[in-house]
Structure formats: C-alpha cells, structure tokens
C-alpha cells in the first residue's frame, strides 16, 4: 500500500464520497425509524413524571435488591410503565400522574387556607387558616363539624 491509499484500493475524494453516502444512509435510516416510531405513538400516551419516577423505582429496586422477588418487582415496574406509555385511555393515565403530582406538589395556598373534607359527604371544605377551633359548615349537605384551622 502506497502512501496515497486508503482502505486498498479506495483514494482521496473517492474515500470521502464512500464515507457521506454511508453517513447520509445511516442518517436516512434513522429519520425514517423516528418517523416510524412517531406515527406508532400517536393517539397514545407516551411518557409523564408517573413514568419516570416507575422507571427510578424500578431501577433502584434491581439494583439494590437480591434475589428474585426485587427483580420481578422490577420487570413488574418496568411492564407498567411500558403499559401506559403505549395506552390509549389518555384521561385516566393523566388523572393518574395528576394524582402523584399532588401528592408532592403543595397547595398554592396552604399558607392562607386549610382544607377539609365533610364527614358526611366526603366534600372538600376550604376554611382560613389561624382562626382556632371553629365550627364549619358543608356547603353540600348542611353538616356542621368542629376543627383547628
């Protein structure tokens, strides 16, 4: 091989022209996979925080685990992110992420206000915060009951 040899009998720009159209190929290909994968996931859920934090739980679950019951809980985790990410009831998975983003995310005014829930009627009650033990009445049912705000 001669100094002006690359890869034995390819030179210079002919070198170069292989190498793009390898590239513009590898690059056609995955555009069309990504195409591909957006067409499958349309009408579909996809990915929200619930998602992420099954896939961390998951992960730490197998990883810190031994034996097998760690690892099925965490192909158990896994399949039920893969479940609602491909799911196509998109109210109920985002009821579901609402549901753990409340739980962590606090109330915009849980320095202002308190809230309850009625006794008889389960209904949510919002009532001023520092004002002592008061007498609350649900605007539902009319039930009257005594709390510390």
């Known amino acids: 091989m001669g100094r002006n040899t690359v890869y034995g009998c390819l030179r210079g720009a002919e070198t170069v022209r292989v190498y793009k159209e390898g590239i513009e190929t590898v690059m056609r290909f995955f555009e069309r ?20 934090v099954l896939v961390i739980a998951g992960f730490v679950c197998s990883l810190f685990g031994r034996g097998y019951l760690p690892m099925l809980v965490s192909l158990a985790l896994i399949s039920l992110v893969m479940f609602r990410m491909f799911s196509k009831n998109i109210a109920k998975r985002r009821r579901e992420n609402e549901v753990l983003i409340g739980i962590f995310r606090p ?15 389960a209904q949510k009650v919002r009532v001023p915060r520092g004002k002592g033990k008061i007498m609350i009445t649900c605007p539902k049912c009319g039930e009257k009951f005594a709390k510390k705000s």
């Open 33 to 52: 996979l990504a195409w591909k994968i957006q067409r499958m996931m349309y009408g579909r859920y996809g990915t929200d925080t619930l998602n992420l």
């Open 107 to 121: 109330r915009a005014d849980a320095k202002t206000h308190r809230h309850f829930r009625c006794p008889k009627c």
